[in-house]
């Protein structure tokens, strides 16, 4: 079946530390997106890649990094300079143009 | 700069007890809007994509509709199952990027 695969799905981290966030897709989609989830917040957008080795930053980029060496593989990597980490990950695809996000399971990070 | 809010935050309802949850945006120029369900702890699952003004789409309990300015989502005859946050999304023309509410919560008590 196709889908998007998000790993690990929980994650603690010490602070200074700098951690990565897998995220694959099996469905050809071209776009993928990460984004942030907050409690009684909307989703953020963190960084997008519209084809591989492009990707522009979103609303809150700073204190993150991805890259985009393949069509299928979109990690995310939280550095120390993100000063308040803790929080749900979600990683989507889409085709190009119009039309319908697909999202992972997400994954829960925690600094302690 | 696209927005969406949406009303109430958190709603309540018996088991069988119609209601509607509402979507309002504003983007310049409507690529698409979009309402997902998430459970807790999980990702959000795709429930229907609208393109037009007057457009509808059903599926079992669900119907949403949209408007130029607002999409609503109602739900007939709730079911304890139907508990979840609700998120509506729209999508611009001018980029790929989609910008999300902060979602319903629906509680369906049995």
């Known amino acids: 079946d196709g889908g998007i695969t998000q790993s690990p799905k929980y994650l603690f981290r010490k602070e200074g530390q700098n951690v990565t966030l897998s995220c694959e897709q099996n469905l050809n989609h071209d776009a993928m997106y990460w984004y942030r989830q907050d409690p009684g917040q909307g989703l953020r957008l963190i960084y997008y890649s519209q084809i591989v080795n492009d990707f522009q930053k979103g609303d809150i980029a700073e204190g993150y990094s991805v890259s985009r060496e393949k069509k299928e593989s979109f990690p995310l990597t939280v550095t120390s300079a993100q000063k308040n980490p803790t929080a749900f990950y979600l990683c989507?695809?889409?085709?190009?143009?119009?039309?319908?996000?697909?999202f992972g399971e997400g994954s829960r990070l925690t600094v302690l | 700069e696209d927005q969406v809010t949406q009303s109430p935050e958190a709603l309540r309802l018996q088991e069988g007890e119609s209601s509607s949850l509402n979507c309002s945006y504003t983007?310049?120029?409507?690529?698409?809007l979009f309402w997902y369900r998430q459970d807790p702890g999980k990702g959000p699952e795709f429930l229907f994509t609208l393109y037009s003004a007057g457009e509808e789409k059903e599926k079992e309990r669900l119907k949403a509709t949209l408007t130029k300015k607002e999409s609503f989502l109602h739900i007939t005859a709730p079911k304890p199952e139907d508990s979840a946050t609700y998120l509506c999304?729209?999508?611009?023309?001018?980029?790929?990027?989609?910008?999300f509410g902060p979602g319903t919560r629906l509680s369906v008590l049995p």
């Open positions: 983007v310049s120029g409507l690529r698409g």
């Open positions: 989507a695809s889409s085709t190009q143009g119009p039309g319908e996000l697909f």
């Open positions: 999304a729209v999508q611009g023309n001018y980029g790929q990027n989609f910008v």
